[in-house]
């Protein structure tokens, strides 16, 4: 089962999932996507998830869900908003949507015996760390944002019910910064509305879809003085949950809760990404210098041993080849040339 199965993240680790013969099972609300991904991945991988539309909110339908999907063997829960900016303005909205749908989904995998679940988590769980790169153990900070602060929370939850809870087996993976697509440019990060995130912004105002791409700051603690972040590979990121679910399944965690950084182990600024987007597909951005945006971290990446050494992962596209990727992506969709 994969919640939010037809959003970025979702759709490309569904593509992984069949490749290595899991019988996938979709819900999704398509508050920031479209039922069409579903056709997307059947061209890509032959086969048809199936796919059920329904806010987890309601309990009254996920209860249903399960009911009629006894073979459940395991969950990935990606299912939350997302939009950092955002939360700072919708606080409410983010906490009751992000933590209640986890509340319902660990309720019904009590209720009907599904013990293992991965939790798209964040690297917003440590705030601004004062010591990079970050590892697993670095001391969690205060989130900046409410969108962090919900991640931080969900894991929270998800350990305590671990505690009491013998049949209960989850890995939080903390992502960096997913970006660009599948190679077959079949699917890919398509927000709805104005983007509130970097790469589809860019690709977005390369295509002529946006008038100016918009840089939050230039006077941080960086070389550059632009946010530095660890972008990571979707597709890269989407195996790492094939491997986190074949180790929930094969009992080969030695701990029941288990958490992981899922980044590149690299730290790429706002303007090296833009300069090296420009590099890569000779296409000039026009772009601006604005004020700090509320709720951003000037810089984090990731130490990644845990994840290469403990999980068997480790990250391999390059950012050059990632963010060709995004633009061949936007290129189909936008039918440009």
Same mark, same amino acid.
Request: contains cysteine; aromatic residues 10%; glycine residues 6%.
């Given at each position: !089962?994969?919640?939010?199965?037809?959003?970025?993240?979702?759709?490309?680790?569904?593509? +992984?999932?069949?490749?290595?013969?899991?019988?996938?099972?979709?819900?999704?609300?398509?508050?920031?996507?479209?039922?069409?991904?579903?056709?997307?991945?059947?061209?890509?991988?032959?086969?048809?998830?199936?796919?059920?539309?329904?806010?987890?909110?309601? !309990?009254?339908?996920?209860?249903?869900?399960?009911?009629?999907?006894?073979? =459940?063997?395991?969950?990935?829960?990606?299912?939350?908003?997302?939009?950092?900016?955002?939360?700072?303005?919708?606080?409410?909205?983010?906490?009751?949507? %992000?933590?209640?749908?986890? !509340?319902?989904?660990?309720?019904? !995998?009590?209720?009907?015996?599904?013990?293992?679940?991965?939790?798209?988590?964040?690297?917003?769980?440590?705030?601004?760390?004062?010591?990079?790169?970050?590892?697993?153990?670095?001391?969690?900070?205060?989130?900046?944002?409410?969108?962090?602060?919900?991640?931080?929370?969900?894991?929270?939850?998800?350990?305590?019910?671990?505690?009491?809870?013998?049949?209960?087996?989850?890995?939080?993976?903390?992502?960096?910064?997913?970006?660009?697509?599948?190679?077959?440019?079949?699917?890919?990060?398509?927000?709805?509305?104005?983007?509130? %995130?970097?790469?589809?912004? =860019?690709?977005?105002?390369?295509?002529? =879809?946006?008038?100016?791409?918009? @840089?939050?700051?230039?006077?941080? %603690?960086?070389?550059?003085?632009?946010?530095?972040?660890?972008?990571?590979?979707? @597709?890269?990121?989407?195996?790492?949950?094939?491997?986190?679910?074949?180790?929930? =399944?094969?009992?080969?965690?030695?701990?029941?809760? +288990?958490?992981?950084?899922?980044?590149?182990?690299?730290?790429?600024?706002?303007? +090296?990404?833009?300069?090296?987007?420009?590099?890569?597909?000779?296409?000039?951005?026009?772009?601006?210098?604005?004020?700090?945006?509320?709720?951003?971290?000037?810089?984090?990446?990731?130490?990644?041993?845990?994840?290469?050494?403990?999980?068997?992962?480790?990250?391999?596209?390059?950012?050059?080849?990632?963010?060709?990727?995004?633009?061949?992506?936007?290129?189909?969709?936008?039918?440009?040339?």
């Amino acid at each position: !089962m994969v919640t939010g199965g037809t959003g970025y993240i979702g759709s490309h680790t569904v593509v +992984e999932l069949q490749a290595v013969g899991f019988d996938v099972v979709i819900i999704d609300d398509l508050s920031n996507s479209t039922a069409d991904v579903v056709d997307n991945i059947e061209k890509i991988s032959g086969i048809r998830p199936v796919f059920e539309e329904f806010n987890l909110l309601d !309990m009254n339908r996920l209860e249903a869900f399960f009911e009629k999907y006894t073979q =459940i063997e395991a969950i990935i829960h990606f299912a939350a908003f997302k939009a950092v900016g955002e939360s700072v303005e919708k606080p409410l909205f983010y906490y009751r949507n %992000n933590l209640v749908s986890l !509340m319902n989904i660990l309720d019904c !995998m009590k209720k009907y015996n599904v013990p293992n679940l991965v939790f798209s988590s964040s690297c917003t769980v440590y705030g601004q760390p004062d010591q990079l790169p970050v590892t697993e153990y670095t001391p969690k900070k205060d989130a900046e944002s409410p969108y962090g602060n919900t991640k931080a929370i969900s894991e929270e939850v998800l350990r305590d019910v671990v505690k009491v809870t013998p049949d209960f087996k989850v890995i939080a993976l903390r992502y960096f910064n997913p970006i660009g697509a599948h190679p077959s440019a079949l699917i890919g990060e398509l927000p709805c509305g104005v983007p509130n %995130n970097l790469v589809p912004f =860019i690709t977005q105002t390369a295509a002529g =879809i946006r008038q100016q791409l918009s @840089v939050f700051g230039d006077d941080y %603690n960086t070389p550059d003085g632009s946010c530095i972040r660890d972008y990571i590979n979707v @597709v890269d990121l989407a195996k790492a949950h094939v491997i986190a679910i074949n180790r929930l =399944i094969s009992n080969a965690n030695a701990d029941r809760y +288990e958490f992981f950084n899922v980044g590149t182990g690299n730290g790429a600024s706002v303007l +090296e990404v833009v300069n090296t987007f420009e590099e890569a597909t000779g296409v000039k951005l026009n772009y601006k210098i604005v004020a700090r945006r509320p709720g951003d971290v000037e810089k984090i990446y990731a130490d990644t041993t845990i994840a290469n050494t403990v999980l068997g992962w480790k990250a391999e596209t390059s950012l050059y080849d990632t963010l060709v990727s995004a633009w061949n992506w936007e290129k189909k969709i936008r039918s440009i040339n």
